[in-house]
């Protein structure tokens, strides 16, 4: 049977962010196993991928430490070297902690050490500290927590372990009509009301902003192509910002009135743009198939 890829164990001191580690990996499209008994671990990695679909390349995070049953830092120092001599990629991360800020965060939440249960955190930390020694001197990778918050360990996981394809947020681009209410999912609207309207044209009403004829009205307004490109060269900047947050979701709305012309060329430019920059968009025109109203577009501009 085939393993997972690539496979990461997690490790080091209790209170070190072990927990805010598997989170950001599983946001960034990792499977998690957190706190597996050791005995089941060689077993794990032995567990072929399930067949078909593009969770077959997940990599793996098991998160283990001194809660682990069986627990055991020699024997699974010697687990790693002896499964990365076979030929299979297993890594470990260690998490370090000063000792007194170990000491902070345990007072701040109240919670006891787990290996001073009836005695100061301290006790429990220098213990632990020297159980952990076998694991920290054979970490491939080693993050020291003792000056970061939890959002700023989260973003250098992000950093070091993000890779090609994991980690982007899932960004939709879709036009609507204001007529029909604005998207609930739409984290950024752009109004397209501002350019005139194909609508009022006889010959281009039946047409939508996907049609050449109707885009080519809509790209000869004056205001279309330096707004426009402000827009784009804006989402430009912003959704590297929102990856770099963690957020999994992007969804960027262009509306006008009714829905079928000038908010759905411009989501489709705009979705080409991102493409040609490396993005992945997905493309939803809501109220394309809606019929033209008069009624729902109001007076024709003057010109």
């Known amino acids: 049977m085939t393993a997972p890829r690539r496979i990461l164990l997690v490790t080091g001191m209790s209170g070190a962010g072990k927990s805010t580690t598997l989170r950001t990996l599983e946001d960034l499209g990792w499977e998690i196993v957190d706190n597996l008994p050791l005995s089941l671990l060689d077993a794990l990695l032995e567990i072929a991928p399930a067949a078909g679909g593009a969770a077959d390349d997940r990599p793996l995070a098991i998160g283990i430490g001194i809660r682990t049953r069986d627990f055991d830092p020699v024997r699974i120092a010697a687990m790693v070297q002896e499964r990365n001599q076979g030929g299979q990629e297993v890594s470990l991360l260690y998490l370090d902690c000063g000792g007194t800020e170990l000491e902070r965060r345990y007072s701040e939440t109240r919670r006891r050490h787990p ?123 912003l959704l590297p910002r929102y990856r770099a947050e963690g957020k999994s979701y992007v969804t960027v709305a262009f509306g006008c009135t009714g829905g079928r012309h000038r908010s759905v060329h411009v989501a489709a430019r705009v979705a080409a743009r991102l493409r040609d920059e490396g993005f992945s968009p997905t493309v939803q025109h809501r109220d394309l198939g809606t019929a033209p109203q008069d009624s729902l577009e109001g007076a024709p501009a003057k010109t």
């Open 115 to 237: 290996l001073a249960q009836d005695r100061p955190a301290t006790d429990g930390i220098v213990r632990e500290r020297e159980l952990l020694e076998p694991l920290k001197r054979w970490a491939g990778r080693l993050i020291d927590t003792t000056t970061l918050s939890a959002n700023a360990l989260a973003q250098e996981v992000r950093d070091l372990f993000g890779g090609k394809g994991l980690g982007e947020p899932t960004l939709s681009v879709m036009s609507f009509g204001f007529a029909r209410g604005i998207p609930r999912s739409a984290d950024l609207v752009f109004d397209m009301r501002y350019l005139r309207n194909p609508h009022w044209v006889p010959s281009l009403r039946p047409g939508t902003g996907l049609d050449p004829d109707v885009a080519d009205y809509v790209r000869a307004d004056p205001a279309y192509a330096a707004s426009v490109e402000s827009i784009e060269n804006l989402l430009l900047m």
